[in-house]
């Protein structure tokens, strides 16, 4: 289930664009520092946070540490967010009829046809 934490971790405007960083795949941590121009060290804070939140993995590859995406937090949160789907979706239903109804009460303007 999602959580305040995962919100708070996804909150963070440098978090969140490692997170589309990664979304094309695995990075290391100097192919984020290029994307996101920020400097190493606080990629790597980033990166500890999101580690611990459980959005990224990580695999050693020599003396390099590669970074990816997990799915399963991102499925809560998508768990989450479709309880209220039907909520959103009812509403703006209504209110398509409603603009419908609206504009279905308009008089309608003839085109002139002079010629």
Same mark, same amino acid.
């Given at each position: 289930?999602?959580?305040?934490?995962?919100?708070?971790?996804?909150?963070?405007?440098?978090?969140?664009?490692?997170?589309?960083?990664?979304?094309?795949?695995?990075?290391?941590?100097?192919?984020?520092?290029?994307?996101?121009?920020?400097?190493?060290?606080?990629?790597?804070?980033?990166?500890?946070?999101?580690?611990? &939140?459980?959005?990224?993995?990580? =695999?050693?590859?020599?003396?390099? $540490? !590669?970074?990816? @995406?997990?799915?399963?937090?991102? %499925?809560?949160?998508? &768990?989450?967010?479709?309880?209220? =789907?039907?909520?959103?979706?009812? $509403? !703006?239903?209504? @209110?398509?009829?409603?603009?419908? %109804?609206?504009?279905? &009460?308009?008089?309608?303007?003839?085109?002139?046809?002079?010629?």
């Amino acid at each position: 289930m999602a959580n305040a934490v995962a919100f708070q971790t996804l909150a963070d405007p440098t978090r969140l664009l490692l997170v589309e960083a990664l979304l094309a795949g695995e990075r290391s941590v100097n192919d984020l520092v290029e994307q996101v121009d920020i400097h190493q060290s606080g990629v790597s804070r980033h990166l500890r946070i999101l580690h611990e &939140a459980g959005f990224v993995q990580v =695999r050693p590859d020599g003396p390099r $540490r !590669l970074y990816s @995406l997990r799915a399963e937090p991102f %499925r809560d949160i998508d &768990a989450w967010v479709s309880r209220y =789907r039907a909520l959103w979706e009812a $509403r !703006l239903d209504r @209110l398509g009829l409603a603009l419908q %109804r609206k504009q279905g &009460a308009r008089p309608h303007r003839k085109e002139s046809t002079h010629g």
